[in-house]
Each structure stands twice: as C-alpha cells, then as structure tokens.
C-alpha cells in the first residue's frame, strides 16, 4: 500500500497563508522588492501612455512641455517610446527583483528543513512541496504586483498633473492606462513564481532523512 498522500488544494492554501504569517517580515521584504520593481515599471509604461495622449492633441504648449520633460519629439510623431537607457534602468530593477526572490525563498527552504522533512515522512508528494512554494509565491505576487502597479500609476498621474496642470483630466487614456497597469500586475507576477521554481524543486528534491538531520 502507498503510503504517498495527496492533499486537496484548499489544504494547500491554508498552509501556504500560514507559512506567510509566521515568517511575515522575511515575505514582507521579498514582496517589497517586488512592490518597487513593479511599480518603477507601471510607472515608465502609463507615463508614456499619458505623454502619447498629450502628443495627440497637438497643443504646442503641451508638445513643448514635453520637449522640457527629456521627450524627443520630431515632427510628425504619433506616439512617443521610452529611451534606450529608461528600459535599460527597467530591465535591470526587474533582474534584481528576480534575484532577492530566488534568494529569499532559498532561506525560507533552508529554515524550513524540518518542517519539509516530517512533511515527506508523512508521505507528502514532492508535487505537493513544490505547489506548497509557488503558492507562497503566488500570494506575495500578486499581492506586491498590485500594489505596486497602482503605485507606479498613482506616481505617474501626480507627476504628469504637476507637469501639465488639471488639462490631462481631459486627455487621460484611461484604456492604455488600464492595459499597462494589467500588464505590470502579470510581469510582477510572472517575475515571483520564476523566481521560486529552482528553490521549490530543490526542497521536493530533499531526502526526509537528511532534512531531518539538519540541525536548527
């Protein structure tokens, strides 16, 4: 008979929610470094959704603000991209991002050596261990995407309103707007569970036996 156990999914996320709270402050970094990645991101992307919606009405004083701003405009431009070195500074924030969260959760797998161990001995699947981690991460994922997707948004609108005054209520793309934010929330999220595979599969990947050995 097998002593293997399957665990139903509600199961899972009880013990996931759990493992968060009882090690809050180590999941509350990792997900602030997500929360600034994201939100540096959402930002870049809706402040030029804004200027792109500025660029198409023309207004030369607006255009030129723009101009003051660091946007190059040539003439006949419809839309506006951001600098090479802006995507560089975005893709590189997102790198660092990945790495804190590969090494946060590989010393959350080595403080929880034990807990994984006995988790084995009972018969857990290493399937259950891995869908234990890229719950974690998921949760903190999508709980530091959104907020920093509505960071990066909140930011931008109260730069661009500063720079151009209470005009842009009425030229705000809010469709674009919503679609950047979106988009920041999925690559936010998309970044966290990256971020944990390898330490998942090395924590199903553990003999109970030598888990239980290691001292604490």
């Given amino acids: 008979m097998s002593r293997l156990v ?3 999914w ?3 996320v009880e013990i996931s929610y759990k493992s968060i709270r009882a090690r809050f402050f180590r999941s509350l ?3 602030i470094t997500l929360v600034l990645a994201v939100s540096f991101l959402a930002f870049s992307q809706i402040t030029i959704d804004i200027a792109d919606q500025i660029l198409a009405t023309g207004d030369s004083g607006h255009c030129q603000t723009l101009i003051q701003c660091g946007y190059d405009i040539r003439p006949g431009d419809t839309s506006l991209a951001a ?6 500074i975005v893709v590189l924030s997102l790198l660092v991002c990945v790495v804190g969260i590969i090494n946060a959760q590989l010393m959350s797998v080595t403080e929880r050596f034990r807990e994984i161990g006995t988790m084995k001995c009972l018969g857990a699947l290493d399937s259950f261990i891995v869908r234990i981690f890229v719950m974690e991460a998921a949760m903190q994922g999508f709980a530091g995407s959104l907020t920093g997707a509505l960071l990066g948004g909140i ?5 661009t309103l500063i720079r151009f005054g209470s005009d842009i209520f009425t030229f705000l793309p ?5 679609s950047s934010t979106s988009l920041s929330v999925v690559t936010g999220l998309g970044l966290s569970l990256l971020g944990v595979l390898y330490p998942a599969i090395m924590a199903a990947r553990m003999q109970p036996v030598e888990a239980m050995r290691v001292e604490q």
Avoid: C, G, N
């Fill in 83 to 88: 600098s090479p070195k802006q995507r560089w």
């Fill in 10 to 12: 509600k199961k899972s």
């Fill in 155 to 159: 930011t931008a609108f109260l730069a």
């Fill in 174 to 178: 809010w469709q674009a707007i919503l």
């Fill in 29 to 31: 970094v990792t997900t």
């Fill in 6 to 8: 399957v665990l139903p």
